[in-house]
């Protein structure tokens, strides 16, 4: 048998969201720099658009041993893709991409040619178990990757202790009125945490909602997988973080993830530094950044709801109001397919909140290079719906923020934004004098104390990825881990891997 060894080549499958692609498509970068071989399976749809909207291509093809290989996800072209239809997402890709996911794995763990050695490691987004299970089945390492933070994933693994406790589903009248109830099941969170906070899929008076069981695989898969990788850092979540390792004992937390990309870029002398790093799905419109430059500093409410969020009209309305009878200037983020009116109305309404916004000197765009925006000296406070990877660049850039969560992980992040790390002010109701009150409150009285709080965790996230930070140390420590499979020996007359 004629045998070499053979090199790590490890293959990332993200959930086809922004959210989820954007911040593996960073862990990618960083091993990529740590010269892994890496297959990136993007969504075609994904895919498609990541090419005509970024320059991804071209930042990647610094690196011989990266690629880009596509999956279908099932849904037409014209599918929303949003928030509202997660589940059919979900089904999607479990229904079509998971035959073609196994059938291209076999192949590739059997057969690979020139430069690409077979797969010796999965890192797989934990939304997809159906691709965790393929990876078992052929005895490939797999660890799992979430793109939600630490605090959520601990609810998902409390939940067959809230349901004995009776906490789940929720009892009493009329539900609606007692979502302030505290929650006491969840350890590590007493006192603070509510029904409110809990994440949106745990809102159902039903027992037996399909989603439990999802939640249930999910948690059985990150125990079983070799590790766990959350884009958070120590010393954001550290108590949960002791909670959790007691079911996930190698857990790798590695984040900011957009900020190690960053640094990196801003770090080392062989990359181009005029080449921008955008992960965007969207076509992002660089006028804000000129719009900014010409902005006092810390004047302006930058508000965004990210890649999912769709809201109605008259939400809009609210945050439209709000925002003007607060007197402060604005840049939001307003997705063409993100308001819920139909059709030929919806185009010219939203002509008009642009114009609207332009005559009071605002701006309102499509889609805007976020992380970049929120690093601008004329941010005054980040208006968001609590999306773990705003919630991260929030906190890096040391913007406080003002919460009105959606759906999913939101909630919780919000709670633990403004009761647990004190760096921003939820919003408790969507009405216009809420909004002007609260934007006028962050940006005015309790500013200083605000930017004091965030400032301090800034700076923490900066030491954790830094040389010898948490972050740093664990990415080491799992580029080690994906090294070490490279024990596994190749037979090249077999082409399988032995041992
Ligand atoms: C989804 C879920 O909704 C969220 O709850 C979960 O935490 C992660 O997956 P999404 O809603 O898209 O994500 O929000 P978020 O996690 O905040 O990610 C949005 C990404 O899009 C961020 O990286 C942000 O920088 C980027 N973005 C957003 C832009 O680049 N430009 C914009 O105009 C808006």
Redesign the pocket.
């Known amino acids: 048998m004629e045998q070499t060894v053979a090199s790590p080549h490890v293959l990332l499958f993200p959930f086809p969201?922004?959210?989820?692609m954007?911040s593996m498509l960073n862990l990618a970068e960083f091993l990529c720099n740590a010269g892994l071989h890496i297959t990136f399976l993007n969504s075609n749809h994904n895919q498609q658009r990541l090419l005509r909207f970024t320059n991804a291509q071209e930042r990647f093809s610094r690196w011989p041993k990266f690629r880009f290989q596509t999956i279908p996800d099932g849904l037409p072209a014209d599918h929303p893709r949003s928030?509202a239809t997660f589940f059919e997402i979900l089904d999607s890709m479990k229904a079509t991409a998971k035959p073609l996911f196994r059938e291209m794995m076999i192949m590739a763990s059997r057969k690979e040619s020139g430069l690409w050695p077979p797969l010796s490691c999965f890192i797989i987004d934990g939304l997809m178990p159906f691709a965790i299970d393929v990876a078992e089945e052929l005895s490939i390492r797999v660890i799992v990757y979430r793109?939600?933070s630490a605090c959520c994933l601990w609810t998902f693994f409390c939940l067959p202790g809230l349901f004995a406790a009776a906490e789940l589903p929720f009892q009493g009248g009329d539900v609606e009125d007692d979502m302030d109830v505290t929650i006491k099941n969840v350890p590590g969170m007493q006192g603070f945490l509510r029904r409110r906070d809990l994440p949106s899929f745990f809102q159902t008076k039903d027992p037996t909602d399909p989603i439990f069981q999802q939640i249930g695989v999910e948690c059985q898969k990150m125990t079983q997988a070799y590790g766990l990788i959350i884009n958070t850092f120590e010393d954001l979540e550290s108590p949960v973080l002791t909670q959790f390792r007691s079911q996930v004992p190698n857990l790798y937390t590695v984040g900011p993830l957009h900020a190690l990309t960053l640094r990196r870029q801003h770090s080392s002398s062989s990359m181009t530094s005029n080449i921008a790093v955008s992960n965007?799905l969207w076509d992002e419109d660089r006028s804000c950044i000129t719009w900014l430059d010409s902005q006092p500093p810390k004047s302006v409410v930058y508000m965004?709801f990210?890649?999912?969020?769709v809201y109605d009209k008259d939400t809009l309305m609210e945050f439209w109001h709000g925002l003007v009878n607060s007197g402060k200037l604005f840049l939001w983020?307003v997705r063409q397919d993100s308001i819920n009116i139909s059709g030929g109305e919806g185009t010219s309404f939203l002509a008009e909140v642009v114009d609207g916004a332009k005559e009071r000197g605002s701006l309102v765009v499509g889609?805007?290079?976020?992380?970049e925006v929120l690093s601008h000296p004329a941010l005054g406070v980040f208006l968001t719906?609590s999306?773990?990877?705003?919630t991260m660049?929030g906190i890096y850039a040391g913007v406080p923020m003002i919460c009105w969560p959606f759906f999913?992980?939101?909630q919780i992040n919000s709670r633990f934004v403004s009761e647990v790390w004190k760096v921003g002010v939820a919003l408790d109701k969507c009405d216009r004098w809420t909004i002007e009150r609260v934007v006028k409150d962050v940006m005015e009285q309790k500013r200083e104390v605000l930017v004091e709080s965030i400032d301090g965790l800034a700076k923490l996230a900066r030491r954790c990825i830094s040389e010898g930070g948490s972050s740093r140390s664990n990415l080491d420590r799992l580029i080690q881990d994906l090294r070490s499979v490279r024990e596994s020996v190749y037979d090249t007359s077999t082409s399988t891997l032995v041992g």
Do not use: M
């Open positions: 969201g922004q959210g989820n954007n928030a793109a939600i965007s965004s990210g890649s999912l969020v983020v889609w805007a290079p976020q992380e719906h999306g773990w990877n705003s660049e999913a992980d939101q």
